[in-house]
């Protein structure tokens, strides 16, 4: 039997050999014709593939014997209602039919499977020899290429293998000192794991011996009586006593003064010993350290930053009446109080952050016998009072780097350092809050910030169904993705105090509210030591659990304003970050102009250098437009083709080059983590916290599934070499899951598909 060959089309052959279309001629044709469902193209093609039909004047054109052959198809069936069910080649030279791939056939080693035209036709391609018989033709040749130089402009993937530690010079794993704290191997389970698998919870002789009984005690009898101002600077002392109490159990030495003081040494990755042990301690800090990813102090001079500082947090303008009186019979929000099992939720799912002032973590929060218990009676005291205690208003501020200049203290954003139990308690407002704004849906179904929906992936999908419908509809989309000028620090507090109380919210929660961002004040931290008390007078606080929802309801009015009542997208928010959609210029322009003049009553301003705009034309000629957009004066930076402005962490753009940098810089964490001093184990449950960070990108659809088989294969021989394992080893095991005995490594390959 003779074979038939393969094309890329998928109707040809059937995997048992048998030809799905009429099967071939006994012999070659003397053209390239249809016989039935099936066609017969003749190599070497001269020019083009004419149509196989009679009085048909089309001719398929492309830069291989491929594409001219799938536009022939096409045509075939578009234009003529004929099915093609199978294709056969056939050779001119020797004339004979070719049973596999043109390519590999013995008359074409060295002889093009495409030969150009001996006349040139009319239209011919500036940037190569080919011509076309047609403009359009030239036009989709001419887009080809410059869609190709685009994806070559960009930075091209870079992996750089993992140098491999022979096993005789391998780390030893650290054997503790007496007193010092031991490394678990993983996967077995020590004397201590199981006495925590087995040992019920706290029984009543534990909760009695805890050094927060008697606190617990003092608080509930506050709990009866009257809310007067001496029972709540009575509630502050016991407090107060209370951490002292926890401060000398549970910390070593006393707390250290930031305001002359130099950096703390940094971490030595290269010492196994002191890696390791990290490790152990603190996963998150010991990763940070060794790929470098742990951002460096601002070494702004600590008078610029306090003056900077005590500008941007000073009191703001608000225009009164921004919100309307909410008219819905809503319940209060905490008409009911903390229990147990809320606030033991909320510390059983707290990460080990960095404290606040008093030192103390959630970690040592979870170690300390009644604290569930106590953490709830203070909480309700403080909805009972309506207050919180004053050392709770006071924190310590870090700043992380933004892009741009470092020297600059507009270029840092600042995330407050506040006590853990202040944290826990707004953990818990913040609970009882989104629970309420879904309930009632007081907020916008366009804003996905700090809501319990995944709002990235939404938003990019959105986004690019607006994009893609350009071209389908033939019609203009215009996108404006606005930047407001230090959103979440200038939210006046007046413009916050209105809104509460005219949302239904309640007086409990309103008031408590008011009294937490009520003579507030922070210290900013930077390589030179800490600053004086700055007074917080606007703004929220930027890492406070609750502080994302109320910046969400302030700016609530102004999304349900630019969406109004169409059924299609006209915004997208995730908190502060705006996105305009619109289907013309000047549709655009208005919502911009609402924008503006609305975050203008509300204290706030849009930053023209930072906001960008995309006009793109599904009519013809395809492609961006450059229409102006204006802030006020200032006009709009627009995105031209092969550019792209990242939304939500996604590059958006019309033809937009892929930003493989971000790929490359993913590879250098996972290089890292796999030459570092951390002992085998210690590496593998490193390189697992490195994954999830894969996520993102392969749910954008962000690069394609060749390239991250490329990390696949980069990593894959050091984790073998780390674990002992040959080359040749089986890869299954590292992949399989982990309930049969093996790593349970993802692979990026198929996690992105």
Partial sequence: ????????????????????????????????????????????????????????????????????????????????????????????????????????????????????????????????????????????????????????????????????????????????EPGDESLPVPGASNSADRLDILTPPATNSEEDSSILKPFIIEISA??????????????????????????SSVLNGPPRDFTNSHPASPVNTKDPKSIQILFKKNPRKAVRAITKTDGERCKIPISTLEAHFSNVWGPSGFSPDFFRQCDDNRVPLLDTPFTVREVKTKLQN???????????????????????????????????????????????????PKSGDPNLPNN????????????????????????????????????????????????????????????????DVCIEWLDVTNAFGSIPHEAIFEMLSRSGAGLPFTELIHDIYSNSSTKILSDGGLTKDIPVLSGVKQG?????????????????????????????????????????PEELQLSLSFVNASLKRLGLALNPSKSVALHVSGRNPVGVRNSPFFIDDAQIKNIAEGDFH??????????????????????????????????PWQRIAALK????????????AQFDKEKWAEIDAMIRPEIKNTLGLPERACNDYLYASRKVGAVGLPIAAEDAD
């Avoid at 506050?222 to 401060?247: H, M, P, R």
């Avoid at 892929?658 to 490359?664: E, G, I, K, N, R």
Wanted: charged share 20%; proline share 8%; net charge positive.
């Fill in 1 to 176: 039997m003779v074979d038939t060959p393969v094309s890329q089309e998928s109707d040809l052959p059937s995997s048992r050999g048998q030809v799905r279309g009429d099967p071939p001629p006994s012999s070659i044709p003397n053209e390239t014709c249809r016989i039935g469902n099936s066609t017969n193209i003749l190599f070497p093609i001269s020019g083009c593939l004419p149509c196989t039909e009679a009085g048909c004047g089309f001719k398929s054109f492309g830069s291989s014997y491929n594409i001219c052959k799938r536009i022939l198809k096409r045509h075939v069936e578009t234009h003529h209602q004929l099915q093609i069910r199978a294709c056969y080649f056939w050779c001119f030279l020797c004339q004979s039919r070719i049973t596999r791939h043109p390519a590999a056939h013995g008359c074409f080693k060295n002889t093009a499977l495409l030969i150009p035209p001996d006349t040139p036709f009319e239209w011919s391609c500036s940037a190569c020899d080919l011509s076309f018989p047609t403009e359009i033709g030239l036009k989709n040749h001419s887009l080809a290429h410059k869609l190709r130089n685009i994806k070559n402009s960009g930075a091209p993937l870079s992996l750089v293998k993992p140098k491999s530690i022979p096993r005789h010079t391998r780390f030893a794993p650290v054997v503790p």
């Fill in 222 to 247: 506050l709990l009866e009586t009257e809310a007067t101002e001496g029972s709540f600077s009575y509630f502050c002392n016991i407090v107060d006593q209370a951490v002292a109490e926890i401060q």
């Fill in 350 to 400: 707290a990460a080990n952050t960095s404290p606040g002032p008093d030192r103390i973590t959630y970690s040592d929060w979870k170690t300390i016998p009644a604290s569930v218990k106590f953490l709830v009676t203070v909480f309700n005291a403080c909805v009972h009072f309506r207050r919180i205690p004053p050392s709770w208003k006071t924190s310590t501020t870090v700043l992380l």
């Fill in 412 to 475: 840092w954003r600042p995330i407050a350092l506040s006590s853990t139990m202040y944290k826990m308690f707004t953990k818990c407002l913040a609970a009882r809050l989104s629970a309420w704004c879904e309930r009632y849906d007081v907020l916008s179904k366009c804003q996905k910030g700090f809501t319990p929906h995944d709002g990235v992936i939404e938003h990019n999908y959105v986004l690019k169904n607006f994009l893609d419908s350009a071209r389908k509809d033939k019609t």
């Fill in 544 to 584: 406070c659990p609750i502080s994302g929802l109320i910046f969400d309801m302030c700016i609530d009015p102004i999304i349900r304003g630019v969406q109004a009542e169409n059924r299609s997208h006209k915004i997208l928010a995730f908190a502060d970050d705006l996105c305009l959609l619109a289907n013309s």
């Fill in 646 to 679: 990242k939304f939500l962490g996604k590059p958006v753009g019309f033809n937009p080059c892929p930003d493989y940098q971000y790929l490359s810089d993913l590879a250098i964490i996972a290089t890292r983590l796999l030459e570092s001093c951390l002992a």
């Fill in 689 to 700: 916290t490195f994954f999830p960070a894969l996520q993102f990108p392969m749910r954008n």
